[in-house]
């Protein structure tokens, strides 16, 4: 009996030191998901913005019309 009451200690002991690293890890990633975050979204908005930008920017030139021939060189051509 005093041997089963020992291992259940034992295995309680082992336990919490398991859930405390547990907990020091998870704090540790959280950190460091959070810096990645930091750096992440802004890139993210700046490449969103840039896909607008193109998108305008090939609407003002035109692209994506077909071309009706018109205006073309003989070199062109």
Known sequence: MNTIKKDIDKL???????EAKRAEANVKWDKELSEI???LVPL?????KMGMLQKEALKVLGAGKPH???N????DQ
């Open 37 to 39: 975050d930091e750096k």
């Open 68 to 70: 009706t021939g018109e």
């Open 44 to 48: 993210q908005k700046i490449s969103n």
């Open 12 to 18: 309680i002991k082992k336990r919490s030191v398991i």
């Open 72 to 75: 073309l060189t003989n070199e």
